[in-house]
């Protein structure tokens, strides 16, 4: 903790984060702002252009004010490549063009309520007000939509069809929206006034499939957006500008070094010539290696949570007192998910980490889920994003709270999975498969959305030619071990959201690549939990800015 006052670019950067709860009911909510949440976001075309033209505000705001520190040279850094490559995406149509099957309006629109808080009447007044402003929402949506198969870039025919048919189940009779309204328990008027609401919102997306059904014969067939596009949607998920072509072919090379890692691992378990998916199925089989019931899992969980801080605290990593508590619990939703949610400003409500348990499955295996662990928890995700809120007296609330980068954050959780295998936390040979398995579909990520999306040659043994979905799907289903379902969902993802799914693998390589140049510019003086303190208390921020904020430190 410091005493450092705000700066006057502070006061620019905390009145952006104001104007975008204003023009964002949805962040509002996401922020825990009150006020907003019986209201949606603007997604039509002008509500698009207000976001941009704030964004332009800021960024002639940030350019004109003074850099007393440091610490200002960063957040001026970071919000000029944030801010900077919003309006360009903006001005290039991509806003508009909005659609895949998991990060889009179409889901943004449900999954908000998801958050909107329940506890009270007054809650449910908002509920059903959110509910009954849907369709705007939807019909601002189709709007873009509308303008973007007009004039382009437009999304893939295979998004459409995708988002047909996630339209039609929230527009059937049974959605989201009856089940979701009906578990209300309040007065009769109320209950009505749910009821009439969660109609309008389904009418709604009946609306939305009715328009994707309208421009699907103009959509584009192929899945690639080619190289100028995915040049900008990979700098949106890095926070960096990488040589796309050099960053492919590490991807194959860093595949192929995992299997053998991996070979060499199932030879250790069961001798020579055992494959990788053979001594995963005889880890799945082990009992030894195995949870049943999900208080178990909870247990085991915190435990290994816990074990985590007490180690590595003082060790590798400063962590603070109110950081040493992360609360590990199975999440009331049963989508399968597992995931982070930080701590209060306060820290009057720790860091939590979810596990969302599907219906049905009551066995776990330990093998696999020991680096997810340390992915979410410490030193990954908690250490991560509860450091930045401990030393909120240095960042401003755009930093703690509105800059995001997945190739940082998500970079860094996979860069804690492989500094736990180093520093020995996982050298039971079953743990380190299950480290090593995630790490492989991460590679196999930047392969395949790199080829597909910029149209590279295709590996004959992938069937030669150009890559495309028909040659990623065996590609995929061969280093994903994982139910088939879920593996067609990530393909559809890498699809319809390029640059977003490389940004893991590739933001742990220049995760690394910061801490080995630091290493080199220290030599003997190099101190690891020195580098850590310094690059977790700059919080999220791009990985270009983050690599020169290191350096300069």
């Not at 930047?446 to 043994?461: A, F, R």
Request: glycine share 8%.
């Amino acid at each position: 903790m410091t005493d450092r006052t705000p700066s006057p670019l502070d006061e620019v950067a905390d009145a952006y984060v104001e104007t975008l709860v204003d023009l964002s009911p949805m962040t509002a909510t996401v922020l825990g702002v009150p006020g907003r949440d019986h209201e949606l976001d603007d997604f039509s075309p002008a509500g698009l252009a207000a976001q941009a033209a704030a964004a332009r505000a800021a960024l002639r705001e940030v350019s004109q004010t003074e850099i007393v520190d440091d610490v200002d040279r960063v957040t001026s850094a970071a919000m000029s490549e944030r801010l900077g490559l919003a309006v360009e995406l903006f001005e290039a149509g991509e806003d508009y063009a909005d659609l895949n099957n998991i990060a889009s309006p179409l889901q943004n629109i449900r999954d908000i309520f998801d958050l909107t808080p329940t506890a009270t009447d007054g809650d449910w007044e908002n509920v059903a007000a959110r509910m009954g402003a849907v369709p705007a929402a939807v019909d601002g949506y189709i709007e873009s939509l509308r303008a973007a198969f007009d004039g382009g870039p437009a999304p893939a025919v295979r998004q459409v069809d995708i988002g047909i048919a996630q339209a039609e189940e929230l527009a059937g009779e049974g959605s989201f929206w009856s089940t979701f309204s009906a578990s209300a328990e309040v007065s009769d008027d109320l209950a009505k006034h749910l009821r009439s609401s969660a109609e309008v919102a389904r009418r709604a997306y009946g609306r939305l499939a009715e328009a994707l059904r309208e421009f699907a014969p103009r959509a584009p067939i192929a899945d690639g957006v080619g190289r100028e596009r995915y040049e900008r949607l990979s700098r949106r998920f890095l926070g960096a500008a990488i040589d796309l072509d050099e960053t492919y072919e590490w991807g194959r090379e860093e595949l192929a070094r995992i299997v053998a890692e991996q070979e060499s691992v199932a030879a250790q378990l069961y001798g020579a010539g055992t494959t990788p998916e053979e001594a995963m199925r005889r880890l799945d089989a082990d009992t030894t290696r195995q949870l049943h019931g999900t208080a178990a899992l909870q247990r085991w969980m915190q435990e290994t949570a816990d074990a985590a801080v007490e180690a590595l605290s003082g060790e590798h990593f400063d962590i603070a007192e109110p950081l040493r508590k992360l609360e590990c619990r199975i999440a009331p939703t049963q989508n399968g998910g597992i995931y982070y949610t930080g701590p209060a400003d306060d820290f009057s409500r720790p860091g939590r980490m979810w596990w969302s348990v599907p219906p049905g499955v009551t066995d776990f295996g330990t093998w696999r889920e020991k680096t997810t662990v340390y992915h979410e928890g410490v030193p990954g995700h908690h250490l991560q994003i509860a450091q930045a809120t401990y030393v909120a007296d240095t960042l401003n609330r755009w930093r703690r709270n509105i800059c995001w980068v997945s190739g940082h954050g998500e970079g860094w959780a996979l860069y804690a999975e492989r500094l736990m295998e180093q520093l020995g936390f996982l050298d039971d040979p079953g743990d380190r498969m299950g480290m090593l398995d995630a790490q492989r579909m991460r590679a196999a990520r930047v392969v395949l959305d790199i080829g597909v999306h910029l149209g590279k040659p295709c590996p004959e043994e992938w069937g030669g030619g150009t890559w495309d979905a028909d040659k990623a799907w065996p590609f995929l289903r061969s280093n994903v071990n994982m139910a088939e379902g879920f593996v067609r969902f990530e393909l559809d993802r890498y699809l319809g959201w390029p640059g977003q799914a490389p940004a893991y693998k590739v933001g742990q390589r220049l995760w690394e690549q910061a801490r080995d140049e630091a290493a080199a510019g220290a030599g003997d003086a190099f101190d690891l939990r020195e580098f850590h303190r310094r690059a977790l208390n700059l919080g999220s921020v791009g990985l270009d800015v983050l690599r020169d904020a290191l350096a300069a430190q």
